[in-house]
C-alpha cells in the first residue's frame, strides 16, 4: 500500500509570502497520478492539482504542482487570505486503495 | 450546476446499519466512477470505497470490507453506500466523491457530505 507522508505539519506564513509542500511517498507513484486539494473548516475539500502538475478548473495560477517517483511540491507563489486551509496530497493510481496524506495546515503567522 | 447531494447519515448504535446515498445533477453519472470519503472529528481524510461507471468493478478499503458495500443506480443517478456492523470508529462525515474521466482524473467535485455517528 502507498504511504504519503506530509511536511511540514503546520506552515505558518504571512500573506505574500510563498508556501512549499511537500508530500513523499513510500513507493514509486507511476505516471504521475498525484492530486493536491485544500480544505477550509466546515467545508468539502476542493481539488487544486491533478496530474501532479495540472491546475484543476478555476484554480488560480499562484497554485503549481510538481514532482516525480515518489517526490511532489505544491507551491503557493504568493499566499493570499483565502488560501489558509488544511492541505491534503492523494494518490490514485490503479487499482484501488487510494490513500491521502495526513495533511499540512497553513495557518496564518 | 454539476452537484452531488449525500443523505442517510445520522445517529445509529455500534453493530447497527445506514445506507448513505448520493444523487448526482448536471452531469452523466454512469460516465464516471464513484467515491466514499470519510473524515473522522478532527482527523485527516479517509478514502472508503469507489465503484466504477458500469458498477462492475468495486472497491473497498480493508477496514470496511465485508461491513461496507458500494452500489449504484445508473437511472437514478445515484450512489449508494450500504454501512453494516458500524463501529465507533467509522464516525465520520462521509463525502461522495467523483472521479474525473481523463485517465488523469483527480476527485474533482465533492458533495457537501452526511455525518454518521455510531455511539451508544
Known amino acids: 500500500e502507498v504511504v504519503l507522508t506530509q511536511s511540514p505539519g503546520t506552515l505558518s506564513l504571512s500573506p505574500g509570502e510563498r508556501a512549499t509542500l511537500s508530500c513523499r511517498a513510500n513507493q514509486r507513484l507511476t505516471s504521475g497520478y498525484l492530486a493536491w486539494y485544500q480544505q477550509k473548516p466546515g467545508q468539502a475539500p476542493r481539488l487544486l492539482i491533478y496530474g501532479a502538475s495540472r491546475r484543476a478548473t478555476g484554480i488560480p495560477d499562484r497554485f503549481s504542482g510538481s514532482g516525480s517517483g515518489t517526490d511532489f511540491t505544491l507551491i503557493i507563489s504568493s499566499i493570499e487570505p483565502e488560501d489558509f486551509a488544511v492541505y491534503y496530497c492523494?494518490?490514485?493510481?490503479?487499482?484501488?486503495?487510494?490513500?491521502f496524506g495526513q495533511g499540512t495546515k497553513v495557518e496564518i503567522k | 450546476e454539476v452537484e452531488l447531494v449525500e443523505s442517510g447519515g445520522g445517529l445509529v448504535q455500534p453493530g447497527g446499519s445506514l445506507r448513505l446515498s448520493c444523487t448526482a445533477s448536471g452531469f452523466t453519472s454512469n460516465s464516471y466512477a464513484m467515491n466514499w470519503v470519510r473524515q473522522a472529528p478532527g482527523k485527516g481524510l479517509e478514502w472508503v470505497s469507489t465503484i466504477s461507471g458500469t458498477g462492475f468493478n468495486t472497491y473497498l478499503e480493508d477496514s470496511v470490507k465485508g461491513r461496507f458495500t458500494i452500489s449504484r443506480d445508473n437511472s437514478k443517478n445515484t450512489v449508494y453506500l450500504e454501512m453494516n456492523d458500524l463501529r465507533v470508529q467509522d464516525t465520520a462525515v462521509y463525502y461522495c466523491a467523483r472521479k474525473g474521466y481523463s485517465p488523469l482524473g483527480a476527485f474533482d467535485i465533492w458533495g457537501q457530505g452526511t455525518m454518521v455517528t455510531v455511539s451508544s
Open positions: 492523494q494518490h490514485y493510481n490503479n487499482p484501488p486503495p487510494w490513500t
